[in-house]
Nanobody
Framework: QVQLVESGGGLVQAGASLRLSCVAS????????MGWFRQEPDKEREFVAA????????YYGDSVKDRFTISRDNAKNTVYLEMNSLKPEDTATYYC???????????????????WGQGTQVTVSS
């Protein structure tokens, strides 16, 4: 089983940028399809972005497309989420997730992922 630890969250003003990181340990990182999700209190967890095992394919939720970029460095066992032009509605806890040996089908679904990090809080003030 892989263990995931997110970092990089914080409090920023609207229009600012943040980069989240998720470091994986426990199994070979390039065997995992990786995703980022976010969740506000009392709301369902929302798909943000996903990336294939070797970074060839990326996928984005409609609300973050053209503002966020997902990437990965398999040599560092790390997946990143670069967030630009942040808006107050981006405020949430952001979670990193992993799918073992996946091709990516159903990448937007919470239930499709095998492991989750503990989350990192992002707060965007207006």
């Amino acid at each position: 089983q892989v263990q995931l630890v997110e970092s990089g969250g914080g409090l920023v003003q609207a229009g600012a940028s943040l980069r989240l990181s998720c470091v994986a340990s426990g199994r070979t990182f390039n065997r995992y399809f990786m995703g980022w999700f976010r969740q506000e209190p009392d709301k369902e967890r929302e798909f943000v972005a996903a990336i294939s095992r070797f970074g060839v394919s990326t996928y984005y939720g409609d609300s973050v497309k053209d503002r966020f970029t997902i990437s990965r460095d398999n040599a560092k066992n790390t997946v990143y989420l670069e967030m630009n032009s942040l808006k107050p509605e981006d405020t949430a806890t952001y979670y990193c997730a992993a799918r073992y040996m996946s091709s990516g089908s159903g990448y937007y679904a919470v239930a499709a992922y095998d492991a989750w990090g503990q989350g990192t809080q992002v707060t965007v003030s207006s």
